[in-house]
């Protein structure tokens, strides 16, 4: 839908004229490069989708710079909340979490003592350990970034 409100998507063509109109504005928006991201249909719900953990850091990054990002902080679960509701219970983070079938993701904003906030794109694939475990491994990184050991 996004892809298309500009100008209609041709009909037949609407995968490929959406994954070319989210590449360009990664290109130019973002500033991501074809390396940062393989789009497979445009739609974003493909497991044939990839994307880096460099490419979601700059998105967030860029995102955290546009005037409507306080909307879209407060649509992200915080500590404590949503898919973090068991979670980094006293961690200033804000941010998503995804898994898939031997992945396992975290990505989001982390509030430092200082004031200053880190944006921080946590993934790891192919797990062969439970997805608890790597949760675990992804929310000490957070503590540690945090400085909440």
């Known amino acids: 839908m996004a892809a298309g409100h500009k100008e209609p998507l041709t009909p037949d063509a609407e995968y490929v ?12 928006q973002v ?16 497991r044939r989708n990839f994307v880096t953990p460099h490419a979601l850091t700059k998105v967030l990054h860029w995102a955290k710079n546009r005037p409507i990002f306080p ?3 407060r649509a992200l679960p915080k500590s404590g909340e949503g898919t973090l509701s068991n979670r980094l219970q006293s961690v200033p983070f804000t941010g998503k979490t995804g898994t898939l ?4 993701c975290l990505s989001g904003y982390v509030k430092r003592p200082d004031g200053e906030t880190w944006t921080v794109s946590l993934m ?3 797990n062969i350990r439970p997805a608890s475990e790597v949760r ?8 540690s970034l945090s400085n909440d050991q």
Do not use: C, W
């Open 124 to 126: 790891t694939n192919h």
């Open 31 to 46: 500033g991501l490069t074809p390396d940062d991201m393989k789009p497979m249909d445009g739609s974003g719900m493909s």
């Open 101 to 104: 079938t031997a992945v396992t």
């Open 71 to 73: 909307v879209f902080e």
């Open 17 to 28: 004229q959406a994954t070319a109109r989210m590449q360009e504005f990664y290109a130019q």
């Open 136 to 143: 675990q491994v992804h929310d000490q990184i957070i503590r």
